[in-house]
Protein backbone atom coordinates (compact mmCIF):
# COMPACT_ATOMS: atom_id res chain seq x y z
CA UNK A 1 0.00 0.00 0.00
CA UNK A 2 0.98 3.29 -0.64
CA UNK A 3 3.56 4.63 2.24
CA UNK A 4 3.71 8.55 1.34
CA UNK A 5 5.52 11.16 3.55
CA UNK A 6 3.44 12.90 5.47
CA UNK A 7 2.90 16.71 4.23
CA UNK A 8 0.19 19.02 3.67
CA UNK A 9 -1.37 17.60 0.38
CA UNK A 10 -0.71 13.66 1.92
CA UNK A 11 -2.52 14.75 5.44
CA UNK A 12 -5.11 16.55 3.36
CA UNK A 13 -5.21 13.14 1.13
CA UNK A 14 -5.67 10.91 4.15
CA UNK A 15 -8.52 13.09 5.63
CA UNK A 16 -10.65 12.50 2.70
CA UNK A 17 -10.01 8.72 3.07
CA UNK A 18 -11.33 8.99 6.70
CA UNK A 19 -14.33 11.30 5.86
CA UNK A 20 -15.00 8.35 2.75
CA UNK A 21 -14.95 5.40 5.31
CA UNK A 22 -11.24 4.15 4.56
CA UNK A 23 -8.15 3.47 6.99
CA UNK A 24 -5.71 5.36 7.27
CA UNK A 25 -2.13 4.46 9.31
CA UNK A 26 -0.10 7.49 10.64
CA UNK A 27 1.71 8.42 13.58
CA UNK A 28 1.52 9.68 16.83
CA UNK A 29 3.64 10.16 19.69
CA UNK A 30 3.61 6.84 20.96
CA UNK A 31 2.83 4.13 18.08
CA UNK A 32 1.43 4.33 14.33
CA UNK A 33 -2.29 3.96 14.56
CA UNK A 34 -4.93 2.45 12.15
CA UNK A 35 -7.29 4.81 12.11
CA UNK A 36 -10.92 5.73 10.81
CA UNK A 37 -13.49 7.85 11.08
CA UNK A 38 -15.10 7.20 14.71
CA UNK A 39 -18.67 7.72 14.40
CA UNK A 40 -18.88 5.34 11.43
CA UNK A 41 -19.48 1.93 11.83
CA UNK A 42 -18.68 0.51 8.84
CA UNK A 43 -15.16 2.04 9.21
CA UNK A 44 -14.58 0.84 12.61
CA UNK A 45 -15.51 -2.77 11.80
CA UNK A 46 -12.85 -2.30 8.82
CA UNK A 47 -10.56 -1.72 11.79
CA UNK A 48 -11.06 -4.74 13.27
CA UNK A 49 -10.87 -6.48 9.81
CA UNK A 50 -7.54 -5.35 8.78
CA UNK A 51 -6.29 -6.25 12.14
CA UNK A 52 -7.67 -9.81 12.15
CA UNK A 53 -9.07 -9.51 16.18
CA UNK A 54 -10.99 -12.22 17.56
CA UNK A 55 -12.11 -10.52 19.56
CA UNK A 56 -13.80 -6.65 19.57
CA UNK A 57 -11.63 -5.04 21.99
CA UNK A 58 -12.92 -1.41 22.39
CA UNK A 59 -10.68 1.01 20.84
CA UNK A 60 -8.92 4.59 21.73
CA UNK A 61 -10.91 7.57 19.86
CA UNK A 62 -8.14 10.20 19.13
CA UNK A 63 -9.47 13.98 19.85
CA UNK A 64 -8.35 17.83 18.68
CA UNK A 65 -8.31 18.93 22.66
CA UNK A 66 -10.30 18.69 26.15
CA UNK A 67 -13.54 20.61 24.56
CA UNK A 68 -14.27 17.91 22.00
CA UNK A 69 -13.41 15.16 24.38
CA UNK A 70 -16.02 16.48 26.30
CA UNK A 71 -18.30 16.42 24.05
CA UNK A 72 -18.23 12.45 23.46
CA UNK A 73 -17.26 12.05 27.45
CA UNK A 74 -18.71 12.62 30.84
CA UNK A 75 -15.45 14.10 32.93
CA UNK A 76 -14.97 13.77 36.25
CA UNK A 77 -13.03 16.15 38.25
CA UNK A 78 -9.82 14.15 38.73
CA UNK A 79 -10.55 12.99 34.62
CA UNK A 80 -10.63 16.92 34.01
CA UNK A 81 -7.44 17.75 36.19
CA UNK A 82 -5.38 14.39 34.56
CA UNK A 83 -6.53 15.65 31.02
CA UNK A 84 -5.31 18.67 31.51
CA UNK A 85 -2.15 17.92 33.12
CA UNK A 86 -1.17 15.26 30.01
CA UNK A 87 -2.86 16.17 27.43
CA UNK A 88 -1.82 16.86 24.71
CA UNK A 89 0.10 13.23 25.31
CA UNK A 90 0.21 9.91 25.94
CA UNK A 91 -2.45 9.38 28.02
CA UNK A 92 -5.69 7.78 27.57
CA UNK A 93 -8.57 8.30 29.37
CA UNK A 94 -11.84 5.99 29.66
CA UNK A 95 -14.94 7.91 30.92
CA UNK A 96 -18.59 7.17 30.80
CA UNK A 97 -20.11 7.67 27.38
CA UNK A 98 -21.95 10.87 26.83
CA UNK A 99 -25.86 9.40 26.51
CA UNK A 100 -26.20 11.63 23.30
CA UNK A 101 -22.99 10.24 22.21
CA UNK A 102 -22.11 10.44 18.30
CA UNK A 103 -19.67 7.76 18.43
CA UNK A 104 -19.68 3.96 17.06
CA UNK A 105 -21.29 1.75 19.61
CA UNK A 106 -18.48 -0.89 18.18
CA UNK A 107 -15.74 1.39 19.13
CA UNK A 108 -16.43 1.10 22.76
CA UNK A 109 -17.09 -2.80 22.12
CA UNK A 110 -20.66 -2.21 23.01
CA UNK A 111 -19.16 -0.73 26.77
CA UNK A 112 -21.47 2.14 28.02
CA UNK A 113 -17.87 3.82 28.20
CA UNK A 114 -15.28 5.17 25.52
CA UNK A 115 -11.08 5.64 25.90
CA UNK A 116 -10.27 9.49 24.66
CA UNK A 117 -7.00 10.86 23.84
CA UNK A 118 -5.56 14.36 22.93
CA UNK A 119 -2.22 13.04 21.17
CA UNK A 120 0.47 15.53 20.46
CA UNK A 121 2.30 14.27 17.75
CA UNK A 122 2.10 17.10 14.72
CA UNK A 123 0.73 14.58 12.13
CA UNK A 124 -1.81 13.07 14.20
CA UNK A 125 -2.96 16.71 15.39
CA UNK A 126 -3.17 17.98 11.58
CA UNK A 127 -4.89 14.97 10.21
CA UNK A 128 -7.88 15.84 13.61
CA UNK A 129 -7.62 19.29 12.31
CA UNK A 130 -8.07 18.58 8.00
CA UNK A 131 -11.03 15.45 8.71
CA UNK A 132 -12.40 17.39 12.14
CA UNK A 133 -13.50 13.62 13.08
CA UNK A 134 -12.83 12.06 16.06
CA UNK A 135 -10.41 9.27 15.07
CA UNK A 136 -10.46 5.42 16.28
CA UNK A 137 -7.36 3.97 16.17
CA UNK A 138 -6.01 1.05 17.63
CA UNK A 139 -1.97 0.17 16.99
CA UNK A 140 -1.51 -0.64 13.43
CA UNK A 141 -0.54 -4.02 13.63
CA UNK A 142 -2.30 -7.42 12.80
CA UNK A 143 -4.00 -9.08 15.94
CA UNK A 144 -0.97 -10.31 18.47
CA UNK A 145 1.87 -8.57 17.22
CA UNK A 146 3.81 -5.52 18.58
CA UNK A 147 3.11 -2.71 17.97
CA UNK A 148 4.55 -0.03 15.20
CA UNK A 149 6.87 2.21 15.31
CA UNK A 150 7.76 2.95 11.97
CA UNK A 151 5.95 2.93 8.88
CA UNK A 152 7.66 -0.34 7.25
CA UNK A 153 6.79 -2.03 10.14
CA UNK A 154 2.77 -1.10 9.80
CA UNK A 155 3.53 -1.55 5.57
CA UNK A 156 4.61 -5.06 6.86
CA UNK A 157 1.99 -6.03 9.44
CA UNK A 158 -1.31 -4.62 7.53
CA UNK A 159 0.46 -4.18 3.97
CA UNK A 160 -3.13 -4.43 1.56
CA UNK A 161 -5.25 -4.00 4.03
CA UNK A 162 -4.84 -0.52 5.06
CA UNK A 163 -5.42 2.93 2.01
CA UNK A 164 -2.99 4.78 3.24
CA UNK A 165 0.24 4.88 5.57
CA UNK A 166 1.21 8.38 6.57
CA UNK A 167 5.22 8.19 7.15
CA UNK A 168 6.86 10.49 9.29
CA UNK A 169 9.70 8.37 10.73
CA UNK A 170 10.24 6.32 14.16
CA UNK A 171 7.52 7.39 16.47
CA UNK A 172 9.33 9.65 19.63
CA UNK A 173 8.16 7.76 22.49
CA UNK A 174 7.71 3.83 21.23
CA UNK A 175 5.42 2.76 23.98
CA UNK A 176 2.03 3.09 23.86
CA UNK A 177 -0.40 5.31 25.70
CA UNK A 178 -1.09 4.75 29.83
CA UNK A 179 -4.35 3.90 29.75
CA UNK A 180 -6.51 5.13 33.35
CA UNK A 181 -9.72 4.02 34.11
CA UNK A 182 -12.08 7.09 35.10
CA UNK A 183 -15.76 5.76 35.05
CA UNK A 184 -15.93 4.39 38.67
CA UNK A 185 -14.75 6.42 42.04
CA UNK A 186 -11.23 5.60 42.21
CA UNK A 187 -9.21 6.11 39.21
CA UNK A 188 -7.88 2.64 37.34
CA UNK A 189 -4.75 1.68 36.03
CA UNK A 190 -5.80 -0.17 32.84
CA UNK A 191 -2.85 -0.13 31.12
CA UNK A 192 0.72 0.69 32.05
CA UNK A 193 2.43 2.55 28.97
CA UNK A 194 4.67 6.07 28.23
CA UNK A 195 3.94 8.01 31.35
CA UNK A 196 4.81 6.37 34.49
CA UNK A 197 2.37 5.42 37.11
CA UNK A 198 4.02 7.97 39.59
CA UNK A 199 3.74 10.85 37.22
CA UNK A 200 0.00 10.23 37.54
CA UNK A 201 -0.15 9.52 40.63
CA UNK A 202 0.82 12.98 41.83
CA UNK A 203 -2.17 14.13 40.09
CA UNK A 204 -4.65 11.06 40.63
CA UNK A 205 -3.47 9.86 43.96
CA UNK A 206 -3.08 6.19 44.18
CA UNK A 207 -4.02 4.22 41.09
CA UNK A 208 -5.73 0.81 41.85
CA UNK A 209 -4.53 -1.80 39.70
CA UNK A 210 -6.99 -3.47 37.12
CA UNK A 211 -7.20 -6.88 37.90
CA UNK A 212 -5.61 -8.96 35.35
CA UNK A 213 -5.23 -7.27 31.61
CA UNK A 214 -8.14 -6.22 30.04
CA UNK A 215 -7.81 -7.47 26.94
CA UNK A 216 -11.50 -7.54 25.84
CA UNK A 217 -14.80 -6.27 27.15
CA UNK A 218 -16.12 -9.93 28.40
CA UNK A 219 -13.39 -9.26 31.05
CA UNK A 220 -14.82 -5.95 32.28
CA UNK A 221 -17.54 -6.20 35.26
CA UNK A 222 -19.23 -3.60 33.44
CA UNK A 223 -20.13 -5.30 30.40
CA UNK A 224 -22.88 -4.38 28.14
CA UNK A 225 -25.08 -7.09 28.63
CA UNK A 226 -28.48 -7.52 27.25
CA UNK A 227 -31.34 -7.98 29.45
CA UNK A 228 -33.07 -10.48 27.70
CA UNK A 229 -31.90 -13.85 27.46
CA UNK A 230 -29.93 -14.87 24.24
CA UNK A 231 -30.84 -18.29 21.98
CA UNK A 232 -27.89 -18.71 19.87
CA UNK A 233 -27.97 -20.38 16.32
CA UNK A 234 -31.24 -20.93 15.90
CA UNK A 235 -32.89 -22.10 13.10
CA UNK A 236 -36.44 -21.39 14.34
CA UNK A 237 -38.09 -18.09 15.54
CA UNK A 238 -41.16 -17.78 18.42
CA UNK A 239 -43.60 -15.39 18.33
CA UNK A 240 -42.42 -13.75 21.51
CA UNK A 241 -38.62 -13.69 20.16
CA UNK A 242 -36.64 -10.45 18.90
CA UNK A 243 -34.66 -11.94 15.62
CA UNK A 244 -31.33 -11.21 15.42
CA UNK A 245 -30.74 -12.03 11.52
CA UNK A 246 -28.29 -12.85 8.97
CA UNK A 247 -28.67 -13.43 5.30
CA UNK A 248 -31.05 -13.42 2.77
CA UNK A 249 -33.16 -16.60 4.15
CA UNK A 250 -34.74 -15.90 7.69
CA UNK A 251 -37.50 -17.92 9.55
CA UNK A 252 -40.92 -16.04 9.31
CA UNK A 253 -42.71 -15.44 13.05
CA UNK A 254 -40.27 -12.92 14.98
CA UNK A 255 -41.66 -10.48 17.15
CA UNK A 256 -39.53 -8.18 15.51
CA UNK A 257 -36.45 -9.05 13.11
CA UNK A 258 -33.25 -7.16 13.70
CA UNK A 259 -30.58 -8.51 9.90
CA UNK A 260 -27.41 -7.82 10.96
CA UNK A 261 -26.30 -8.07 6.69
CA UNK A 262 -28.93 -8.98 4.15
CA UNK A 263 -26.30 -10.10 1.94
CA UNK A 264 -24.26 -11.97 4.51
CA UNK A 265 -21.72 -9.49 4.84
CA UNK A 266 -19.69 -9.95 8.02
CA UNK A 267 -18.37 -6.41 7.97
CA UNK A 268 -21.23 -4.70 7.84
CA UNK A 269 -22.41 -7.56 10.23
CA UNK A 270 -19.96 -6.13 12.90
CA UNK A 271 -21.24 -2.44 12.04
CA UNK A 272 -24.61 -3.68 12.83
CA UNK A 273 -24.39 -5.72 15.81
CA UNK A 274 -24.17 -3.46 19.03
CA UNK A 275 -27.01 -1.10 18.12
CA UNK A 276 -29.28 -4.28 17.35
CA UNK A 277 -28.41 -5.98 19.93
CA UNK A 278 -29.69 -2.84 22.02
CA UNK A 279 -32.51 -2.38 19.66
CA UNK A 280 -33.55 -6.28 19.84
CA UNK A 281 -33.67 -5.78 24.05
CA UNK A 282 -35.87 -3.25 24.00
CA UNK A 283 -38.46 -4.80 22.50
CA UNK A 284 -38.01 -8.91 23.43
CA UNK A 285 -37.65 -10.77 26.56
CA UNK A 286 -35.81 -13.30 24.49
CA UNK A 287 -33.80 -13.23 21.58
CA UNK A 288 -32.98 -15.50 18.74
CA UNK A 289 -29.74 -15.09 17.31
CA UNK A 290 -29.39 -17.22 13.64
CA UNK A 291 -26.19 -18.73 13.20
CA UNK A 292 -23.49 -16.34 12.03
CA UNK A 293 -19.93 -17.81 9.70
CA UNK A 294 -17.27 -18.02 12.20
CA UNK A 295 -14.56 -16.96 9.50
CA UNK A 296 -12.99 -13.46 9.55
CA UNK A 297 -14.43 -10.84 11.84
CA UNK A 298 -17.21 -14.18 12.31
CA UNK A 299 -14.93 -15.10 15.13
CA UNK A 300 -15.43 -12.12 16.95
CA UNK A 301 -19.38 -11.41 16.51
CA UNK A 302 -19.35 -14.87 17.67
CA UNK A 303 -17.66 -14.27 20.46
CA UNK A 304 -19.21 -11.06 21.41
CA UNK A 305 -22.69 -12.68 21.30
CA UNK A 306 -21.51 -15.95 23.53
CA UNK A 307 -20.68 -13.46 26.17
CA UNK A 308 -23.81 -11.53 25.39
CA UNK A 309 -25.69 -15.03 26.32
CA UNK A 310 -24.25 -15.55 28.96
CA UNK A 311 -26.11 -14.95 32.28
CA UNK A 312 -24.43 -11.73 34.27
CA UNK A 313 -23.53 -13.11 38.06
CA UNK A 314 -26.00 -10.91 40.40
CA UNK A 315 -23.78 -8.74 42.95
O1 LIG B 1 -0.57 4.85 22.26
C1 LIG B 1 -1.68 4.36 22.06
O2 LIG B 1 -2.54 4.25 22.94
C2 LIG B 1 -1.97 3.85 20.63
C3 LIG B 1 -1.98 5.07 19.71
C4 LIG B 1 -2.32 4.71 18.30
O3 LIG B 1 -2.85 6.05 20.22
N1 LIG B 1 -3.21 3.14 20.58
C5 LIG B 1 -3.37 1.91 21.15
O4 LIG B 1 -4.64 1.38 20.97
O5 LIG B 1 -2.49 1.33 21.74
P1 LIG B 1 -5.01 -0.16 21.24
O6 LIG B 1 -6.40 -0.36 20.66
O7 LIG B 1 -3.96 -1.05 20.70
O8 LIG B 1 -5.15 -0.25 22.79
C6 LIG B 1 -6.28 0.29 23.44
C7 LIG B 1 -6.26 -0.07 24.91
C8 LIG B 1 -6.56 -1.54 25.12
O9 LIG B 1 -5.77 -2.03 26.18
C9 LIG B 1 -8.04 -1.50 25.47
O10 LIG B 1 -8.43 -2.64 26.21
C10 LIG B 1 -8.13 -0.21 26.27
O11 LIG B 1 -7.25 0.67 25.58
N2 LIG B 1 -9.49 0.35 26.20
C11 LIG B 1 -10.06 1.04 25.19
N3 LIG B 1 -11.33 1.37 25.47
C12 LIG B 1 -11.58 0.89 26.70
C13 LIG B 1 -12.73 0.89 27.54
N4 LIG B 1 -13.88 1.47 27.17
N5 LIG B 1 -12.62 0.29 28.73
C14 LIG B 1 -11.47 -0.29 29.12
N6 LIG B 1 -10.35 -0.34 28.36
C15 LIG B 1 -10.41 0.24 27.18
MG1 LIG C 1 -2.37 -2.56 20.49
Known amino acids: ??????DRATIARAADLLRAGRLVAFPTETVYGLGADATN???????????????????IV????????EQLGVFSDVARQLA???WPGALTLVVPRRPDCRLSLLVSAGLDTVALRVPSATVVRALL???GLPIAAPSANRSGRISPTTAAHVDESLASRVDLILDAGPTQ???ESTVIG?????????????????????????????AGTIQSPGQLASHYAPRATLRLRAHSVDADEALIGFGANVPAGAKQVFNLSERADLREAAANLFAMLRAADAVAARIAVMPIPAHGLGEAINDRLARAATPRDEP
Open 41 to 59: EQAVAGIFAAKGRPAFNPL
Open 173 to 175: LGL
Open 1 to 6: MPVLIA
Open 182 to 210: CAGDVPVLLRPGAIAREEIEETAGPLHRA
Open 84 to 86: QRF
Open 129 to 131: EES
Open 62 to 69: HVQDLMAA
